[in-house]
């Protein structure tokens, strides 16, 4: 695939979200690497518009969830429903049956209907009424949600952030963007008519050539000493995972492919560290006081001990 439609669907979505082009580009890698992304920052910062521009620039099946304190794990996978006419129960696939998923404010739901994402995030597919029913590529959940320190919120367990491969966040746009959002106002009218860029098929197909990308010895090393050094940090209670480690060479490797290389270089990796593993650790402090920021600060010391290959 050329450079070029990765150019074409970042400009897309760029049309009506007007914040950081990094956040663009970590939601692309996401995509490309087969992921699950999770927004996290406080309303009102384009959280949703992000999501559904990329979801509306893919020609795909779309859905979203609201995830509230009262929603159902059947609401999420589906529920088995009678038929009086052939006298048999009818499976009605729920909202996790889409390509692309918006699962918004997920921190506001139970954690029992949270885990009904898991299997689905991990290894898509979903066992439901005694039988497994694998999902459709390219398969995503956007997840979006507020900070725990806002009211009726639910900590994430462990090993559900533990199948997001990036934790991002938009923060706030800067006066000439936010300028344009209060002219334009692209979540009322642009959105809508955004039209996608790239099929399902292409998508497929660019995901498929994630794992060619050349990594070399010396990055895998770097990479090796960088989990190793999380792991006998002094102010973090749990490091990066062997998962962990795998995720962010996936995450490289996507984001090589996204820049138009196909090869991983240092910078990759020295970009995607605190996105990739943050939510992967636990500090300390963390256990204390939930200060999710300890990990990133953490990270950002481990990378700056940590030698870089040449």
Do not use: W
Not at 121 to 139: A, I, K, W, Y
């Amino acid at each position: 695939m050329p450079e070029h439609a990765f150019d074409r669907l970042r400009e897309n979505i760029r049309s009506v979200f007007f914040g950081h082009s990094r956040a663009v580009d970590q939601l692309l890698i996401g995509l490309l690497g087969r992921g699950h992304v999770l927004i996290e920052d406080v309303p009102g910062v384009g959280k949703t518009v992000l999501a559904r521009a990329l979801a509306k620039s893919i020609d795909c099946r779309f859905s979203r969830i609201q995830l509230t304190p009262d929603l159902l794990p059947s609401d999420v996978l589906g529920v088995s429903v009678f038929n009086n006419e052939s006298h048999t129960f009818e499976f009605k696939p729920g909202p996790i049956f889409a390509n692309v998923i918006s699962a918004d404010e997920i921190n506001r739901t139970t954690p029992r209907t949270q885990s009904a994402l898991l299997e689905a995030m991990s290894e898509e597919q979903v066992s439901v009424e005694n039988q497994t029913l694998h999902l459709d590529r390219p398969f995503m959940v956007i997840a979006t949600q507020n900070p725990f320190e806002f009211e009726g919120t639910y900590y994430l367990p462990e090993n559900q952030l533990d199948r997001f491969l990036l934790r991002i966040t938009v923060g706030y746009p800067d006066r000439a963007a936010e300028q344009r959002i209060i002219t334009l106002q692209p979540a009322r009218t642009k959105l809508e008519e955004l039209k996608p860029v790239m099929s399902s098929a292409e998508i497929v197909a660019l995901q498929d050539k994630v794992p060619s990308v050349k990594l070399d010895n010396a990055l895998i090393e770097y990479i090796l000493n960088i989990v190793e050094a999380t792991r006998n940090d002094e102010e973090l209670h749990l490091g990066v995972s062997p998962r962990g480690a795998l995720a962010l060479t996936q995450a490289c490797q996507a984001a090589a492919l996204l820049k138009g290389r196909d090869y991983v270089i240092p910078d990759d990796v020295k970009e995607l560290v605190i996105p990739v593993c943050a939510h992967r650790v636990i500090s300390k402090t963390y256990l204390h006081n939930g200060d999710a920021n300890v990990t990133a600060r953490v990270l950002q010391r481990v990378l700056d001990e940590t030698a870089t290959p040449t």
